[in-house]
């Protein structure tokens, strides 16, 4: 498993931005990051996006965040 794979990234249509928005809330907090005209343009960027992020933190030796936001099957328990 690669460092960014541990992060959920989600991408949905936004009315305001009349565009796809991807998001990442655990390394991006403030909300969507990247806009596009399509889903898969949009998590095309989202993913560069979050390998850049992950790649700037881990170049310092600064420890990743932990995620936060977990899919629904690992967050409540059978």
Known sequence: M???DRYLKFVQWSEQDSAYVGHCPD???WGGVCHAGSEEEAYRALMELVRAEVAAL???HTPLPEPRILPMRTAIPA
């Open 2 to 4: 690669k460092a960014e």
């Open 27 to 29: 390394l991006f907090p």
């Open 58 to 60: 881990i170049l310092p």
